[in-house]
């Protein structure tokens, strides 16, 4: 089961990639916490990354592909992934099928989690993050159990530096211009799924489990 997760930035990928990673026992591979990780360990490639990422600009392709290449090749992928964050441009979709194709392999879905912009500004400035395991939480509509606390390992959870609205509009801006075909792209090939990203997170889930559910 090879999944895309697609959407807006704040959509609730990464909120419903946790899910989806633990009910069907596939890796969560988000490029943007690999840059992340890497900003916090101090890489080489998270000091380029850093760059881009605080403008709310995509760190270059050769780059992103190289990294996402590296991370499929290991073990816990061979019964699929779920690709959070990644392809997020023509070029990267089209790298990600011809490696595929070269196994004679191919992406199963492509699962749009669909948001109207009215929502984004107020879900991304609430959002809080794990600087350690990356679960991602809300303020308001998904808090931590213990204040300031991360569910899963107990880290204090902190708010992401391109979070802040001048950042997130800039982000929306470049998802219009560099993520948002490939909508058309992943339709004409006929694996696109859409869901409703407005409902509640654990409704959005079930959604999301009948429709790969009913693929199978
Ligand atoms: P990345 O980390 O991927 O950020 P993004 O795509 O902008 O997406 P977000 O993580 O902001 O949103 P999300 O959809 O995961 O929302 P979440 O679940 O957290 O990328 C960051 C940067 O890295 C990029 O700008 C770029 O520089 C670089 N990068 C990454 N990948 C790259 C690539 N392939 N190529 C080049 N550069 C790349 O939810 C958001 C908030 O809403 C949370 O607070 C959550 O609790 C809340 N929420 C979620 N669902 C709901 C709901 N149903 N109801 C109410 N609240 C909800
Ligand atoms: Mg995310
Ligand atoms: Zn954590």
Redesign the pocket.
């Known amino acids: 089961m090879k999944i895309i997760l697609l959407g807006p930035p704040g959509a609730g ?2 909120t419903q990639a946790q899910s989806i990673s633990k009910r069907f026992q596939i890796p969560h591979i ?1 490029t ?2 690999i840059f992340r990780k890497n900003i916090a360990d101090g890489t080489e490639l998270g000091t380029l990354a850093k760059g881009y990422m605080d403008k709310g600009l995509l760190v270059p392709d050769e780059v992103t592909i190289r990294m996402v290449k590296g991370r499929l090749s290991e073990p816990d992928c061979e019964n699929g992934y779920l690709l ?2 990644f392809p997020r441009t023509v070029y990267q979709a089209d790298e990600l099928g011809k490696m595929l194709a070269a196994e004679g392999e191919a992406v199963d879905t492509a699962l749009l989690i669909q948001v109207p912009r009215d929502f984004i500004i107020d879900r991304m400035t609430g959002r809080r993050v794990c600087p350690s395991c990356g679960a ?1 939480y809300h303020l308001v509509y998904n808090p931590p159990m213990v204040k300031d606390t991360c569910d899963v390992c107990g880290t204090k959870v902190i708010q992401r530096k391109d979070d802040s609205i001048d950042t997130v509009v800039d982000r929306l801006d470049i998802y219009d211009r560099q993520t948002e075909p490939l909508i058309e792209y992943y339709l004409a090939k006929g694996i696109l799924r859409v869901v409703d990203g407005t409902q509640a997170i654990p409704v959005v889930f079930e959604s999301i489990v009948k429709l790969l559910g009913s693929k199978e």
């Open positions: 990928k990464g988000s943007g916490d959070d964050g991602s």
